[in-house]
C-alpha cells in the first residue's frame, strides 16, 4: 500500500515563499505519477501540479505557472512543491497525490492521497 506523508505548511505572508514535501513509502518496486492538489472549504479539491513517474514531464494549472514548481527525487522517494510570491487566494490544505499513469492521472484520476497540510498566505 503506497503512503504519502506531506510536511512543511504553515503561514506565509503574501509574496513570501513556501516549500512543501511529501515523502512516499510502500511498495517499490515503481515510481508513480505525482502531484499537488489544494482544497479549500466548500469547493472540489483542485489540481496544482503533476508530475510525471520519471520527472520529465511537469504540467501546472494557470494559477500557478510561473510561480510554484514541482520536483521529484526518486532515489530518496520525495516530492516537493516550491510556491514562491505567493498570493492569499493561494490558501488553503494541499495534499500530495499519486496515480497509476501520467495521461489519467493529469485527468484527475487519482489512486493516492496524503493527509494533507495546511498553507495560510495573509495579505
Not at 520519471?54 to 494559477?63: F, R
Request: charged letters at 20%; a neutral charge; glycine letters at 14%.
Amino acid at each position: 500500500q503506497v503512503q504519502l506523508a506531506e510536511s512543511g505548511g504553515g503561514s506565509v505572508q503574501a509574496g513570501g515563499s513556501l516549500r512543501l514535501s511529501c515523502v512516499v513509502s510502500g511498495p517499490t518496486d515503481r515510481n508513480y505519477p505525482m502531484g499537488w492538489f489544494r482544497e479549500i472549504p466548500g469547493k472540489e479539491r483542485e489540481g496544482v501540479a503533476h508530475i510525471s513517474a520519471s520527472g520529465v514531464l511537469e504540467n501546472y494549472a494557470d494559477s500557478y505557472k510561473g510561480r510554484f514548481t514541482i520536483s521529484r527525487d526518486n532515489d530518496k522517494r520525495t516530492l516537493d512543491l516550491e510556491m514562491n510570491n505567493v498570493k492569499p487566494e493561494d490558501t488553503g490544505t494541499y495534499y500530495c497525490a499519486a496515480g497509476h499513469t501520467y495521461s489519467t492521472f493529469v485527468r484527475g484520476e487519482v489512486h493516492y492521497w496524503g493527509q494533507g497540510t495546511r498553507v495560510t498566505v495573509s495579505s
